[in-house]
């Protein structure tokens, strides 16, 4: 295992499948991330002083930590949420043949 904090994941959250896979396009063609993951989750949440349940789209984008604006930027711009899920989480170990490809990739 490599040791680095050159990489990071960042979570967002979409409504549809549809959107989910537009920004998920976004993120690669832009060469902002590397890898963009698309599954099904159930949100618990408050909004607005109500409780609320809803299906929505994870995305689990993987890329370099310097890429994260970049990252940011796309889904603020792109994104139907008035306040969308943007968390970074750092990749502090992972195989240097993995972190290789996204260094690859994402320059």
């Known amino acids: 295992m490599a040791e680095t904090d050159g990489y990071c994941m960042v979570l967002t959250t979409c409504p549809t499948r549809e959107e989910a896979h537009s920004l998920a396009s976004l ?6 991330a590397a890898c ?9 949440y408050e909004w607005k002083g109500e409780m609320n349940t809803d299906a929505e789209q994870l995305l689990i984008i993987k890329g370099r930590a310097d890429a994260y604006e ?3 930027g796309i889904i ?3 994104h139907s949420y008035e306040v969308p899920e943007i968390v970074r989480i750092p990749i502090d ?5 993995y972190l ?4 690859k990739v994402s320059g």
């Open 27 to 32: 993120l690669i063609r832009g060469h902002g």
């Open 100 to 103: 290789g490809w996204i260094d």
């Open 70 to 72: 970049k990252i940011e």
């Open 76 to 78: 603020s711009d792109n």
């Open 36 to 44: 963009v993951q698309v599954t099904g989750i159930t949100s618990y």
């Open 93 to 97: 170990k992972g195989s240097a043949a």
